[in-house]
């Protein structure tokens, strides 16, 4: 379990994360989105201990991390930027890691053939792929066998092979009843991985629900269908409250109404119907509405004051 | 690559088994770091070559010419044979120290180790200290083995011209010197690359101390410029590598060791200060 309590970090006169409040819950992977910029890092690193909140505090198991008796041994994390020591070699990184923990030698060893480093154990790590780099940033997460797993972008430069280890092994320590807390700024990836999501823009909380629920809430379901009797069949949706709108092609995108009931009401009416399908919004979408005026780094500046910024785009999208 | 499948292992209990590593597990993890990292193997393979060779080579140049050399020249370096033939090899040797003090923290903060490091060790200050005990014992030992070789070769080259031994007073204490006195140069230079964490910078920084400031001080006119030159970092450190303490010196060998110390623990202090408070 990984606890924030209004997390506030300032850097001068830039607010990089303001006043976030948030529990990761254990058995469960719980996505961290946010556009580039947001505060990510910065809120994974105060969790960590390696960057002092400028106010409000954050706990894992409990305790401040700095307070973990060995804390490697309850909490794995895997960093955005490298913490690797490009001269030395795979397992001399993890054996002076392990050896801070109290931990066997060949603990090393294992955590190497789970992340199939084994080969390159030798290698000095300046050789390394940014995906050998990752899959030894995960070597090291794991290493003591944590309760809770941190991991800032851990599939970034995985091969498509790696990302879906990586998906797995993060569902699996959940399913053991284990906390994982795993930041993106993709969110197809998270839509898949995540069973819960908690969403920040520019340093502030935007949702903090179940994947689901955020699919559900922020994007508009339509209907395309499509009928040699469009005239008709727009003048009998509109006529059930239904949002008509025609494409180029001559498809009817329609809102405010089930596929089911668009059927029923053509086949009242006696209409034909050449296709009748429902679309859904991809979880990207649904992130672009929600983030879209709290983009640190957008190409046209968000006009919206920062105090403002993140609340109202939640209410728009609903 | 092939990964093996994600292993699901039942989950810990918080903080079961985990007992506090005591402070003998941080040591032996700094052992490994510098011990795994190449930097440290050519740094002190260059420490000694540099130390016995620029002993040896002062020494050769001295026998070839003393024939030729004026009578205060000869008396100059009559008067403490070991002291000189420990300075000339330090005087160059020193510079290793500076550099391999100022890696072993800097290297952590450009490669992003020091995050492992702080993750693994969060009350930060410990992994310091057992950086500094490791290094320091390092080169304590690595030090006074090649003072004993640079005392031993100088006096070979130059021994029936200038007879020295260890019994003369205050030889032995010069030749431990010697490795003392490196040993603290890098706890001096570490300090320095804590508080700096850039490489070049805090390599600058340490180089100006030991060489820049020490004939720059001697420029200040009278005593005054005495002192200050005396009670700088490296000029008083040296004093302990002296067997027969010169006339204008400023500090007894011990006294200047001290001094020294009082450099290094001033600067451990600020970066100590500096880690516990600063965002990695």
């Not at chain 2, 070789?149 to 205050?170: H, N």
Request: proline fraction near 5%; glycine fraction near 12%.
């Amino acid at each position: 379990m990984i606890e924030a309590k209004n997390l506030t970090k300032r850097y001068g006169a830039k607010v990089a994360v303001h006043d976030l409040s948030f529990t990761v819950e254990p058995g469960r992977v719980t996505g961290f989105l946010g556009p580039n910029g947001a505060g990510k890092s910065t809120t994974m690193r105060m969790l960590l201990g390696l960057d002092r909140p400028t106010s409000g505090e954050a706990r894992i198991a409990g305790h401040h991390y700095s307070r973990l008796p060995a804390p490697m041994r309850t909490v794995g994390a895997l960093l955005e930027a490298r913490a690797v020591h490009t001269g030395r070699s795979a397992r001399n990184h993890l054996l002076c890691l392990a050896q801070t923990q109290g931990l066997p030698a060949k603990r090393v060893d294992e955590v190497l053939e789970l992340v199939g480093l084994t080969d390159v154990a030798g290698r000095r790590a300046q050789g390394f792929s940014l995906g050998m780099g990752q899959r030894l940033g995960i070597a090291a997460a794991v290493l003591g066998d944590p309760e809770v797993l941190i991991l800032d972008e851990p599939v970034n430069g995985l091969d498509p092979e790696g990302v879906v280890w990586i998906r797995q092994l993060m569902q699996r320590f959940a399913a053991g009843g284990r906390t994982v807390f795993v930041s993106s700024h993709l969110m197809n990836e998270m839509a898949v991985t995540a069973d819960h999501l908690i969403v920040i823009g520019r340093g502030r909380l935007i949702a903090d629900c179940s994947t689901e629920e955020f699919i559900e809430r922020s994007t508009d379901k339509t209907v395309v269908v499509r009928s040699p009797d469009a005239e008709r069949l727009t003048g009998v949706l509109s006529g059930e409250g239904g949002k008509v709108t025609a494409a180029d092609d001559g498809a009817l995108s329609v809102a405010n109404l089930e596929a089911a009931r668009i059927g029923e009401l053509a086949a009242a009416e006696g209409l034909v119907l050449h296709e009748l399908t429902p679309r859904r919004g991809s979880l990207e979408d649904a992130f672009m509405e929600l983030t879209r005026d709290t983009v640190e780094y957008g190409t046209s500046a968000a006009a919206a004051p920062a105090g403002q910024a993140a609340v109202p785009a939640k209410e728009e999208t609903r | 690559m092939t990964a093996a499948p994600a292993d699901a292992a039942p989950p810990s209990v918080p903080g079961a088994g985990a007992r506090r590593p005591g402070f003998g597990a941080l040591l032996l993890a700094e052992w490994t770091k510098i011990r795994t990292v190449q930097s440290t193997l050519w740094s002190l393979v260059l420490l000694v070559l540099l130390h016995l060779g620029f002993t040896g080579l002062l020494a050769a140049v001295f026998a070839a010419q003393w024939d030729s050399m004026n009578e205060g020249d000869r008396a100059m370096i009559g008067e403490d044979p070991a002291g000189f033939f420990l300075g000339a090899g330090l005087s160059y040797s020193q510079l290793t120290v500076c550099v391999l003090g100022v890696l072993l923290i800097a290297s952590e903060y450009s490669t992003g180790m020091i995050r492992s490091s702080l993750l693994a060790v969060p009350t930060r200050l410990p992994m310091l200290w057992a950086k500094a005990v490791v290094f320091a014992a390092l080169v304590l030992v690595l030090g006074v083995v090649v003072s004993f070789g640079s005392f031993f070769l100088g006096s070979a080259i130059l021994g029936d011209r200038l007879p020295v031994g260890l019994g003369d007073p205050g030889v032995l204490r010069a030749v431990f010197g010697g490795g003392l006195y490196l040993a603290m140069l890098g706890l001096f230079s570490l300090a320095i690359g804590a508080i700096v964490r850039h490489t070049a910078g805090a390599i600058t920084g340490v180089i100006a101390f030991v060489l820049v400031l020490s004939p720059l001080a001697s420029l200040l006119p009278g005593s005054l410029g005495d002192y200050v030159h005396g009670y700088l970092p490296s000029v008083a450190g040296m004093a302990i590598t002296a067997a027969v303490p010169s006339d204008d010196a400023v500090l007894s060998p011990w006294a200047g060791y001290g001094v020294f110390a009082l450099w290094t623990a001033a600067l451990l202090a600020a970066a100590a200060y500096l880690l516990k408070r600063r965002d990695a």
